[in-house]
C-alpha cells in the first residue's frame, strides 16, 4: 500500500533550527512536497523536491534522497508565526498525492 | 483574484440530510479536488475532476457524488449524510499536475452530522 511517515510533534525554541522528516512508500514517484497548514487554515504550498538534493527557498529548504524514500523539511531561524503543522505528500504514478497526517511543530520562546 | 473560495464555511446536519458543498477557482485550471481531513490522518483524497465535464473516484468516494459542470466549479454532494462524514473538506485546484504541481487550497468547509 502507499504511506507516509512523519513525527506527529515536535518543539523548538524560536530562533533555533529544525528538521521535519518524511519517509514515503508510494506506487511511482512524481515528487516529495511540504505544506504548510495553520490551525483552522487550509494547507499552502512550501516546496517540491523531484530530483535528489537540497532545495532552499529562504530560511526554508527541502531534501529529497530517492534511493532512501526519504525527504526532509529544515527550518531555520524560528519564528513564532512558524507555529503550524507541516504535511508531507508524495505524488503517485497517477499524479494523485499521498498525504502524511501531518507534523504539528510548536515554537516556544 | 479570489483564488478557490468554498461555501458555506460552516454546516450542521443531521443523520440522512442532504447537502451540497461549492467549489469556485477562478484560476482557469483544469483539475479540481475535494479531500476531507481528520484528526491524526492525512488528507484523503474523495474525488477529482481533470476538466469540465469529467469526474473520477479518489481514495474514499463511498457516500459522495460530485458533479463539474462548468470549468470554474466543482460542487460535493451528500445525499444521505452520516456522522462518520463530520469532517473538514478541502477544495483544490491545479493546472494538470504533469506541468505545474502546486494545488491551491480552499478555505475549507466544517460540516458535523449529528
Known amino acids: 500500500g502507499q504511506n507516509i511517515d512523519q513525527p506527529t510533534e515536535m518543539t523548538a525554541t524560536e530562533g533555533a533550527i529544525v528538521q521535519i522528516n518524511c519517509t514515503y512508500q508510494t506506487s511511482g514517484f512524481n515528487g516529495l512536497f511540504w505544506y504548510q497548514q495553520h490551525a483552522g487554515e487550509a494547507p499552502t504550498f512550501l516546496s517540491y523536491n523531484v530530483l535528489d538534493g537540497l532545495e532552499e527557498k529562504g530560511r526554508f529548504s527541502s531534501f529529497l534522497s530517492r534511493s532512501d524514500s526519504y525527504g526532509y523539511l529544515l527550518l531555520q531561524e524560528l519564528q513564532m508565526k512558524d507555529s503550524a503543522s507541516y504535511l508531507c505528500a508524495a505524488m503517485d504514478s497517477n499524479y494523485q498525492l499521498i498525504w502524511g497526517a501531518g507534523t504539528k511543530l510548536i515554537i516556544k520562546p | 483574484n479570489a483564488g478557490v473560495t468554498q461555501t458555506p464555511k460552516f454546516r450542521v446536519l443531521k443523520t440522512g440530510q442532504s447537502m451540497t458543498l461549492l467549489c469556485a477557482q477562478d484560476m482557469n485550471h483544469e483539475y479540481m479536488y475535494w479531500y476531507r481531513q481528520d484528526p491524526g490522518m492525512g488528507l484523503r483524497l474523495i474525488h477529482y475532476?481533470?476538466?469540465?465535464?469529467?469526474?473520477a473516484k479518489g481514495e474514499v468516494p463511498d457516500g459522495y457524488n460530485v458533479s463539474r459542470l462548468k470549468k470554474q466549479n466543482f460542487l460535493l454532494g451528500l445525499e444521505s449524510a452520516a456522522p462518520s462524514q463530520t469532517s473538514v473538506y478541502f477544495c483544490?485546484?491545479?493546472?494538470?499536475?504533469?506541468?505545474?504541481?502546486?494545488?491551491?487550497f480552499g478555505p475549507g468547509t466544517r460540516l458535523t452530522v449529528t
Open positions: 483544490a485546484s491545479s493546472y494538470s499536475p504533469d506541468r505545474n504541481y502546486e494545488q491551491y
Open positions: 475532476s481533470v476538466g469540465e465535464g469529467t469526474t
